[in-house]
């Protein structure tokens, strides 16, 4: 079991904060923990997270609605308003599903300081 952390950078509303497949190796994702460290305030943007194919679209295979108005950790099995992730996910790695996405919704969050903790588990 290994984890892999970054911090969200581009907090633009619609973009997307994309990372190819770091391990060298095709992982099962067995937890995404998403910390918004310091509130955004004013409108109300979201983020979703997930993994696909694309490192430009919106996945919600881990995160569906992540406020970034209030503060707090929110983990993908744990957090049953914004977690929806029931299974391990498959993080390919070199082509098919190799981008996790973090995804700015609704507004932009520049206000946010987020991080992320993916934990792997390698096949």
Known sequence: VREYSLTI????????????????RTVLVLEHILVVETAHSGGSPVIDVGIGSSATADYTTLHDDVPCTTQGAYSSVNTPTTGKQTSPQVWMH???????????????????RARWYVRVMGQ
């Open 94 to 112: 070199g082509s098919g599903n190799r981008y996790l996405n973090h995804s700015i919704k609704g507004a932009a969050a520049g206000g946010m």
């Open 9 to 24: 950078s581009e907090k633009t509303q619609d973009s997307y904060n994309s990372v190819d497949n770091p391990f060298g």
